[in-house]
C-alpha cells in the first residue's frame, strides 16, 4: 500500500484551493443577491490566499516531513463527486461548493494529524476551521435560494 507525503497533500490543496476560487468567483458572477455575491467574492479571496500559503508549505517545508498515516487510496474521499465547470448553474455550484468545503475540512483535519511539525498542524487546523465556516455560510445560502425558490 502506497502512503501520501506532505508534499502530495499540499499539491491536492493547491489544487482544491484553484478550483475553489474558480467556483466562487463565478458564483458571484451569476448571484443576483448584493450580499450573495460580496460573500462570494470574499470566500474567492480567503481560498486564494490559502492557495498562497500552501505554495509557500510546498516551497518551504513540504522536502522535511513525509507522513506515512493516510493511505494514498483514501485521499479519492476528498474530492468533488463532479468536475468545476464554468457553466454550472448556481444551484449546482451550490451544492458543488458544499461538498468541496467538506472535503476540505476533512482533508485538512485529517492532515493537520498526520505531521509532527506543530506549527503546519496549526495552520492545517485553521484552515480546517475556515473551510468549516465556509461551508456554513453557503448552506445558509442553499437553504435561503434553493430550498425556499425551488
Known amino acids: 500500500m502506497n502512503f501520501v507525503t506532505l508534499e502530495e497533500?499540499?499539491?491536492f490543496a493547491i489544487e482544491r484551493e484553484d478550483t475553489a476560487y474558480k467556483l466562487y468567483k463565478r458564483a458571484a458572477e451569476l448571484s443576483t443577491s448584493v450580499s450573495a455575491k460580496k460573500m462570494f467574492?470574499?470566500?474567492a479571496q480567503e481560498e486564494a490566499t490559502h492557495k498562497d500559503v500552501f505554495v509557500k508549505i510546498d516551497e518551504d517545508k513540504a522536502d522535511n516531513h513525509k507522513l506515512c498515516t493516510l493511505p494514498e487510496s483514501s485521499i479519492?474521499?476528498?474530492l468533488a463527486d463532479i468536475p468545476f465547470r464554468a457553466d454550472l448553474t448556481y444551484s449546482e455550484i451550490l451544492v458543488f461548493a458544499l461538498k468541496t468545503e467538506e472535503n476540505a475540512y476533512q482533508l485538512y483535519k485529517t492532515a493537520a494529524g498526520m505531521t509532527?511539525?506543530?506549527k503546519l498542524q496549526k495552520v492545517l487546523m485553521n484552515f480546517a476551521d475556515v473551510e468549516l465556516g465556509h461551508r456554513r455560510k453557503i448552506e445558509m445560502i442553499y437553504e435561503d435560494r434553493v430550498l425556499t425558490e425551488g
Request: glycine share 0%.
Open 76 to 78: 479519492a474521499k476528498y
Open 116 to 118: 509532527d511539525d506543530p
Open 41 to 43: 467574492e470574499e470566500l
Open 9 to 11: 497533500v499540499v499539491k
